[in-house]
């Protein structure tokens, strides 16, 4: 998904955001996600089980899943967001998960970066993530590391945040 070569209505703040609620749903951790040329694949570990059987089998069986998100799906993700929030009645009140949040904040600092390929990977609420950065001398892998204390440091800056792109926020950035 090239998302900076095509439609200006898509950006990684909404994508993410999209893609984050969808997990959310789904309640998975120990999320991986990858950018692919069509879109993003996300892996992660879901619990599944059921509530019969021995003590055991209630607590149910973690297993490891893949998703595909194609442009497509993201777009319908994010024409749903869009339709759930102009709606003229009041909506019933929505609370956005960890990955809704968290997916928008990185998201937002993505656009910041204007990267041309993203991979992250986040453990027990803190990511890292890997861009690839067109520079002068070439393109480059460039590592930023978010810990849970910069996530929510970014989650409660929120409302300055949603001001004009112009200040990097959080995290630690190397090049690779």
């Known amino acids: 998904m090239r998302i900076y070569e095509g439609s200006p209505r898509q950006d990684f703040e909404e994508v993410f955001r999209s893609i984050g609620a969808f997990l959310d749903q789904r309640g998975m951790k120990d999320v991986l996600l990858l950018e692919a040329p069509d879109g993003f694949i996300v892996q992660g570990l879901v619990t599944t089980g059921s ?12 297993v490891k899943e893949t998703l595909t998100f194609l442009d497509d799906d993201i777009a319908r993700f994010m024409e749903e967001a869009v339709a759930r929030r102009d709606r003229p009645e009041p909506p019933p009140v929505h609370v956005a998960g960890f990955y809704e949040t968290a997916f928008r904040v990185l998201g937002r600092w993505l656009d ?3 990267p ?7 453990q027990e609420g803190a990511f890292v993530v890997r861009t690839l950065q067109a520079h002068q001398a070439g393109n480059r892998h460039e590592l930023a590391e978010f810990t849970r204390d910069d996530i929510a440091q970014m989650v409660s800056s929120g409302p300055r945040l949603r001001q004009p792109l112009d200040a990097p926020t959080g995290g630690s950035t190397t090049s690779a």
């Open 112 to 114: 910041q970066q204007k």
């Open 116 to 122: 041309r390929d993203v991979f992250f990977f986040e």
């Open 51 to 62: 509530n019969t059987g021995t003590w055991s089998d209630s607590m149910g069986t973690v």
